[in-house]
């Protein structure tokens, strides 16, 4: 059972607009920044966005991330086939002194 | 540009060591800003973060309580590398192994390519 809590799917349609949640507590999400990984299936997770709402180099501004209180969103707008993925959010707990995940939302774009 | 390059062996007897290790290249396992870390995936416990080292004018470790006692995570300057050992292994460690570099609030920046590690006999 994750520590972070996620819807464990999601879908959509090209050119739409999705949300996907990340729920937390204090100890995490409350306290620390929240960041965002996308898997592409037998891959290594990647980089998507940092300190809730920043997008390292390369990563399309069609997604967006935003946090407020203990949950945070990441949101994906003008959907792509290519952004069928699983993704996790990620962030610090002061109480497990240690990084804790969520535990993955599988997107499909139908 | 760090790449993050893992080596270590796919098969692990119950009750034995599992180590692996990871290169690093395009940044240094000494420097004073990262962590390097271990984290771990398996379609029953998700992603889970094991543990870290890092340099701030000296050494630390941190590890996640569900492994503590059993794990080790070591830097080696000679080789820009860094390593992990985890004791006393179960089929329940069963799991695709990634190294991965984090800057504070940042979070995991560069993986590694990932190592899939079988605990069976």
């Known amino acids: 059972q994750s520590v972070l809590t996620q819807p464990p799917s999601a879908s959509g349609t090209p050119g739409q607009r999705v949300t996907i949640s990340c729920s937390g507590s204090?100890?995490?999400?409350?306290?620390?920044?929240v960041n965002w990984y996308q898997q592409l299936p037998g891959t290594a997770p990647k980089f998507l966005i940092y300190?809730?709402?920043q997008r390292p180099s390369g990563v399309p501004d069609r997604f967006s991330g935003s946090k407020s209180g203990t949950s945070a969103s990441l949101a994906i707008s003008g959907l792509q086939p290519e952004d069928e993925a699983d993704y996790f959010c990620a962030a610090w707990d002061v109480s497990l002194n240690g990084a804790v995940f969520g535990g993955g939302t599988k997107l499909t774009v139908l | 540009q760090v790449q993050l390059q893992q080596s270590g062996p796919g098969l692990v007897k119950p009750s034995q060591t599992l180590s692996l290790t990871c290169a690093i290249s395009g940044d240094s396992v000494s420097s004073n800003i990262p962590a390097w870390n271990w984290i771990r995936q398996s379609p029953s416990r998700g992603l889970e973060w094991l543990g870290r080292t890092y340099y701030r004018s000296e050494w630390y470790n941190d590890y996640a309580v569900s492994v503590k006692g059993r794990i080790t995570i070591k830097p080696d300057t000679s080789k820009n590398q860094f390593s992990l050992q985890l004791n006393s292994v179960t089929p329940e460690d069963t799991a695709v192994y990634y190294c991965?570099?984090?800057?504070?609030?940042?979070?995991?920046?560069?993986w590694g390519q990932g190592t899939l590690v079988t605990v069976s006999s």
């Open positions: 991965a570099r984090s800057y504070g609030g940042n979070g995991f920046d560069s």
């Open positions: 204090s100890s995490n999400i409350g306290t620390n920044t």
């Open positions: 300190r809730n709402s």
